[in-house]
């Protein structure tokens, strides 16, 4: 989990200075309205200030939060764990072009879509911002057949390091998205309707 930098004496390193940096967690769910929002500004307002005001300051972290009331929410944060697993530098324009096009994987879109062909979908939207469509689809894929073992609900590629970051996710308690951690400790200032200008405030007020 992410520590304040002021307890960084906390760490016990291998360098000779432990590394201070803050960390701000993300709680995104890519078929919710909100956290759309709040992405979408970060990535065109926020994200470009980064290297250039806060380098070694400030790491973001997205944290990937499935809403399972939302059938679709685990098929569309499959295929950001097979871009990650693929091309991670890739993993925030997926994301960018992922909450642009949310409503094409709303309920209502895929209620007459098989699993696979929701899956293809998002493969050939992973593959219009560089990364291979059909090892994408290879990943998410999920078979007709019985596995060797004759198992019927082994899942698919990505299906353990889901299991991963949803552990993680509950361990913080976290529930609705967006949800924003500051160096661990939830930060009720930010919501969803932070415009570019006020998440630079709130930048400049915090990272110091």
């Known amino acids: 989990m992410a520590l304040d930098p002021k307890f960084a004496g906390q760490v016990y390193s ?10 701000l967690e993300l709680f995104l769910d890519y078929v919710c309205p909100y956290s759309a929002k709040m992405f979408l500004t970060l990535a065109s307002s926020v994200l470009p200030l980064l290297p250039e ?4 300051k400030l790491q973001l972290i997205f944290r990937q939060q499935i809403q399972p009331w939302h059938p679709s929410s685990t098929l569309t944060h499959e295929a950001g764990v097979a871009v990650l697993r693929l091309a991670p530098e890739k993993f925030y324009p997926f994301s960018r072009t992922l909450f642009e096009r949310q409503k ?3 309920d209502v879109s895929v209620v007459k879509e098989t699993r696979n062909e929701t899956y293809r979908r998002l ?14 689809y290879g990943l998410l894929e999920v078979g007709e057949k019985a596995g060797e073992d004759g198992g019927l609900n082994g899942g698919n590629g990505v299906t353990d390091d889901v299991k991963v970051l949803v552990k993680v996710n509950r361990l913080t308690g976290v529930h ?20 570019g ?12």
């Open 123 to 136: 493969a050939r939207l992973a593959g219009e911002v560089g990364v291979d469509e059909k090892e994408v």
């Open 53 to 56: 005001k806060y380098p070694g």
């Open 104 to 106: 094409e994987f709303f």
């Open 197 to 208: 200008e006020q998440w630079k405030k709130w930048l400049e007020e915090n990272i110091k």
């Open 14 to 23: 291998a360098e000779v200075s432990p590394k201070a940096i803050h960390t």
């Open 176 to 195: 609705v998205t967006p949800t924003v951690l500051f160096n661990g400790v939830e930060e009720n200032s930010i919501s969803s309707s932070f415009t």
